[in-house]
């Protein structure tokens, strides 16, 4: 278990407060936008940054509590950190860098072997090259590979995507992925993009201008109304736990069974039975008060209003009961009204678009 409640201030008015208690394994994703203390967050983890009160601990060892006087140096913590630039060092190998990791070791046993960060990070044919002459994506996997071998109990990751292309994204998501499923260690990841967030997290503390606006599952953190001020409006929406529950070879598509009922995406490269996570922004829901009938809509859902937020300016917000879940819709204050949208009443939630990660590919489906 990771504990954070720590303040800090520093000079020129930025203020820091957070509060969360955090899973001590897989992916805590620290999510906002840039200036919203993420980073300020893990610096404090690692020992780089002294916060001016609170307490951090990890599992039974606290880092720091100023109430108690306790603030571990850097190199008690046993922290791994992963920044947006790998930093290795360019006159060693893959190899040495690697080793690297190794010695600054401060464990009493190795719990993770070279062998098995070699594997796991696919960087074996890697070992005798020097940093420049690989890609952005295979010196970030080394730079994880160098984090690991230090056998640390917290690792942090700092944007380890940010600097990269969307081919060298796709390219390291996975190795991310058997990460967090194989290691067993506690992550706490940086990040202002969505997709990597849905792809990876378990759960999310979102932060806006040094202030906690939520903190819990992704589900739930992803779909709740306070997530406007993070995200933007046209961004928000509802994350959904999905199951693969057929493919239809013919058509290229995929059925989703979820707590509503079916979605029908572009086919996802997952058998049937996987577990897959969908997005669907709230601006992509339209709603009718009857079935529409020939429309290229493929996703039509039976839900009830559970209530109607009007908002300054042209939008309302939707929550709509679908099945044993929610969903967020966004209209116009002008067809909520046209339509005398109210709770109890029984709509159709048309879904124009579904973004799909099936943690190993994305898909997503369209009009």
Known sequence: MIEVDIQIRRPGGFELEAQFVAPGSGVTALFGRSGAGKTTIIQAAA?????DAGRIAVGDEVFFDSSRGINLPIEARRVGYVFQDSRLFPHMSVERNLRYGERRSRASVRAIG??????????????GRRPHTLSGGE??????GRALLAQPRLLLMDEPLAALDAARKAEILPYLERLRDEMGLPILYVSHAIDEVLRLADMVVALREGRLVAAGALGEVMSAPEMLQVVGRFDLGTVIDCTVSRHDADYGLSDLAFFGGVLRVPQVERP???????????????LALTKPEEVSVSNLLPATVEEVRRLEGPYADVILKVGDGHLAAMVTRESADRLALGAGLAVWAMIKSVAVDSRTSDAESRE
Request: proline share 2%; charged share 25%; net charge positive.
């Open 139 to 144: 010196r970030q996997r080394v730079a994880i």
């Open 114 to 127: 070279f062998d098995t960060v070699v594997d796991m990070l696919g960087i074996a044919h890697l070992l």
């Open 272 to 286: 049937v039975g996987a577990t897959v996570r969908a997005r669907v922004r709230a601006r992509d829901v339209a």
């Open 47 to 51: 020992g780089v940054v002294r916060p």
